[in-house]
């Protein structure tokens, strides 16, 4: 599969088909077995591990953060962070104006052991950790598991910002509300490729098969 720039591609299968291995192995985490991950002609091993994570965002499914404040965690603990990319990261994850409206601000601590966020807050203080290098590629595993309504939009803003800064995004998902912004699918099944092409297609020709299954099944019930 490819992804060009200002496009996004949703990952989508049920749960254990293998969207979370894809998503390791599109950042390096996992090396393939088989075959290889490019990004602008070169192979993810060419860039090395600390040039790669300027390039790709990743936001994990399983979100957690560093015991430290919101600024060195959106930062991803550098040791000077930059405090206007801090700021522009955390309002391109539409997460900026719910740090202010914290007693301390961008200098709260949150980790492992302090719940200052709510889930759909900490999802969007994850995803600005992943805009703070402005990358080229971000890759969001199952983004949407924990946002209510205003989070899910704020996350399809977000989408929609790197399209149009011609930025590539791919989401891994089974939850329909988080493939309005993408413009191809992938379908995975027990790890294969069961379908790609353009989101509209896809969906329709998962509809007719599925509705030829079920009209399958009320022949053999007939019968």
């Known amino acids: 599969l490819s992804v060009g720039a200002g496009e996004a591609l949703g990952v989508i299968g049920k749960s254990g088909s293998g969207k979370s291995t894809l998503a390791r192995v599109l950042t390096g985490l996992i090396k393939p077995d088989i075959g290889e991950v490019r990004l602008g002609g070169a192979t993810l091993s060419q860039y090395g591990v600390s040039a790669l994570g300027k390039y790709v965002g990743y936001l994990p499914q399983d979100v957690q953060f560093f015991d430290a404040t919101i600024t060195e965690n959106i930062a991803q603990l550098e040791t000077e962070p930059d405090a206007a990319r801090v700021v522009a990261a955390a309002k391109k994850a539409r ?111 998962m509809l007719v098969n599925a509705d030829q299954v079920r009209k399958s099944l009320k022949v053999g019930q007939q019968r």
């Open 95 to 205: 997460v900026h104006d719910v740090i202010l409206a914290l007693p301390e601000g961008y200098d709260t601590v949150v980790g492992s052991t302090e719940k200052k966020l709510s889930g759909g807050h900490s999802q969007r203080l994850a995803l600005a950790r992943a805009l703070y290098n402005d990358p080229a590629l971000l890759i969001l595993d199952e983004p949407n598991s924990a946002l209510d309504a205003e989070d899910t939009d704020a996350l399809n803003r977000a989408v929609m910002d790197m399209k149009a800064a011609h930025k590539s995004v791919i989401i891994m998902t089974h939850r329909p509300v988080a493939i309005q912004c993408c413009d191809n699918l992938l379908v995975l099944d027990n790890g294969r490729v069961s379908g790609v092409g353009p989101r509209d297609e896809v969906i329709k020709s």
